[in-house]
Structures are given as structure tokens and as C-alpha cells.
């Protein structure tokens, strides 16, 4: 196999800037390529416009050592990655325009053993279309279709892999060593030279398969967890429909030696677990019914949740309610997906004299509230002191230290189960 040095990392987000951070401390020349001018100036500098711990000590001395650098454009290289958004549209289905654009801009660079590698998550077969889409921007290169044969080590072609992510916000970096990772080639040639590649620098156990398989076992992933979630919701629906504590029922069906609940919450949020299932649906829509129905529970949860403020602020002469938490998981600014950001979002402020947002992780409000009558963001002191009415959306660590006689005379939701020092009916889950 050829020496590949130059990495081509496209999209510098939450999974492209730690990537193309690490593997420059490895030793690797990266060009890491985004369309935000705002987000190159940034990394050239050495600095971050993400926050994810330890960051941007690794940036700044990826950059310092002269090995990482950003551009709005692509350059020549040995390794391609792709770690761009993969959206779902408002109907479900999947958008994976941004890899197509991604890979319309590496086209041109691309020359005879390159290897491209697809990180971000995806439908089954979008490494695929990759080879397509290159097969005719570049017909003077050789990429071979999907096979599971093991016919084609020729170096004048172009290998084509897929590795999703698989990684925990707040602990990425960690994560993107440690963690086993799945290698999938269109053909046995490419997942040997991807496999290669990730030996570099992942300590974790790395599995070999072919694409079709890599870009299913992260939906599998995801989708088992969501899964799992709209289980625990859905009981907390049916625990208040039945005046029972669901956390309460939960610490005692958890008792059980094989049993494992997890914990409620106003939604499911993230840009995995609530988006890939969908790539699922969208594949094998009259297959994927248990899957689908979980998806619609979960959102069902969401909305569940913001009928019960509007009810319960319809019993009150418009109060001032305070939202506590934005983020999508707790202890993190990541807002993608989020049920908590769509839950305020989408309040009635007519129903309520002002809406106090607390977001410890956050310095202004996000688009969609910022430039809205009645909505400000305000620390914890300041919202308790003035609310009449406290939603708790996403468990914070500041927030376990809210002391009972703090909430004393509000009425409060708490829809992740920190006050447990309430009412049961004080607690909806």
C-alpha cells in the first residue's frame, strides 16, 4: 500500500475539527476544508468555535505545529474524509446533499490510490452513490462498484470507505482513540486501506465489513436507543395519566437483575439518535415498524410536554415562566435537535407576561428566540427569583443544587427527574 500522508478532512464541525485536530498531532499533514469562512479564520488562528473539552488545546497545537491548517477550499492529498451534516428533511426523509457537494468539491483533486472515506452517518448505500457521483465527475478514474469480492488491490484506483463516528459529546477526543471503530470498503481493497488508516491513531479494536453494513450498524446503533428512550417515555406518559411517581417506578423496576429502564425526558434530541432511525424508516418503511413507532413517540413526548405548560399556565394569570436548559443532553452546548430548544421554541408567549431562559452554556440566545418579544436569557438566580412558573428541560449539573424552599410556592415541571424532593404530580416526567 502506498505511504498516505496529506489528509483532506471536508466539514470542520463537532466530528471533522477533533478528527483533523488528532491525526495532525499524529503526524499527519490535514487541510481541513469548511464553507464558513468565520469557522477557517478561527482554526487559523488557532482557535475554536465549538466547545468540546480539550478542544482547543489540540487545535492550537495541531495548528502551532504547522501540520493542521483550514481552507474554504479542497487541495490535493492522499485521504479524503468527509464529515459534513446529514439532515432529515421536515418529511423524514433523509438529505444528504451536503456530501454531495462535499464531494463535488474534491473531485477535481482526486488522483489515481486516493482513499475517501465517509464519516458521517448516513443511509445504507450513500458510500455508494459517492462512487457514482465521482464515476461521473472524474470517468477518467477507476472506481470500482460494490462487491463483496476480493478481485480489485490494482493502486490506480480510487479506494472508497466508510467509517461512521461514533462518539459521545464532552468526551470526543477520548473517544475517537479508544472507541472500536467499524470499517466498511465498497469492495475488501478499500476496507483494507481504510483499516490501515485508523490503525494510525485509534487504539480501539478496529472491525472489518463491507459499506453497506458500516453505514447499518450506526443507524442500529442509534436506533436501539431511541428505541429504548420512547420506552421509558411512554411510561412516563401512562405514570401520569395514573398519578404514579415514573421515577419512583422505574428505581423499582430497575431492581430486577435483567431489567434496565432508562430515564424519561421531554424528547430525544441530538444529531444521532434523533435523525438516524429515519435513514431506517426511509429504507424499509414497511418493515421498520417498530422503529418508526418509536421515533413518533418520542416526538409525541415533546409535544406532550409543551401541552402540559400551556395547560397548566392557562390556570394562571399570565405568569413568567422559567425555561431551565436548552441543550440537547446535559452539561453540553450542542442544541442540534433539540426537544428542549423546540419546546421553547414554540411557547405561546401570549399565555405568559415574559419567558426566562437559562442556558449555562450559552452567551446569547440561539436563532429562533433571540430576536423574539418576551424571551431573554437570564442566569439561574435571577429566573428563580422572578418566575412564578419552572420548567426544568435538561438536567444541568447547577441545577441538582436548586434547594426545595427555592421552588416553594411555583408550579413546577420537571421533566428529567432532579427535584425528586417534590410532589409526585410536582414532577411530570
Known sequence: MKPRHKVIVSGLGYIGLPTASLIATKGFEVLGVDVGEHIV????????????????????????SGNLTASLEPAAGDIFIIAVPTPIKEDHTSDIHYIEQAVTK???????????????TSPVTTTEKIGTWLRQLRPDLTIPEFTLKDDNDDEERIFLAHCPERVLPGRILKELVDNTRVVG?????????????YQSFVNGEILATNSRTAEMTKLTENAFRDVNIAFANELSLIADHLEIDVWELIGLANHHPRVNVLQPGPGVGGHCIAVDPWFIVEAAPDKAKLIRQAR???????????????????????????????????DIDDFRESPALDIVTRLD??????????EPHCRQLPPGLSNRDGFSL???????AQAEMVVLLVNHKP?????PERLRGKIVIDTRGVWRFLEPLGRQG
Open 41 to 64: 479564520n478561527t482554526i487559523n488562528q488557532g482557535k475554536i468555535h465549538i466547545y468540546e473539552p480539550d478542544l482547543d488545546v489540540l487545535v492550537r497545537s495541531a495548528v502551532n
Open 106 to 120: 474534491i473531485a477535481p483533486y482526486l488522483a489515481p490510490g486516493n482513499l475517501v472515506i465517509l464519516e458521517s
Open 185 to 197: 470498503g465498497i469492495d475488501p481493497a478499500s476496507t483494507r486501506a481504510a483499516m490501515e488508516f
Open 296 to 330: 413518533e413517540v418520542n416526538l409525541h413526548k415533546t409535544d406532550y410536554v409543551l401541552r402540559r405548560i400551556h395547560d397548566l399556565a392557562g390556570t394562571m394569570v399570565k405568569p413568567k415562566i422559567a425555561c431551565l436548559g436548552l441543550s440537547f443532553k446535559a
Open 349 to 358: 408567549e401570549r399565555l405568559f407576561s415574559q419567558i426566562l431562559v437559562v
Open 378 to 384: 437570564v442566569d439561574c438566580d435571577d429566573a428563580l
Open 399 to 403: 441545577f441538582y443544587a436548586i434547594t
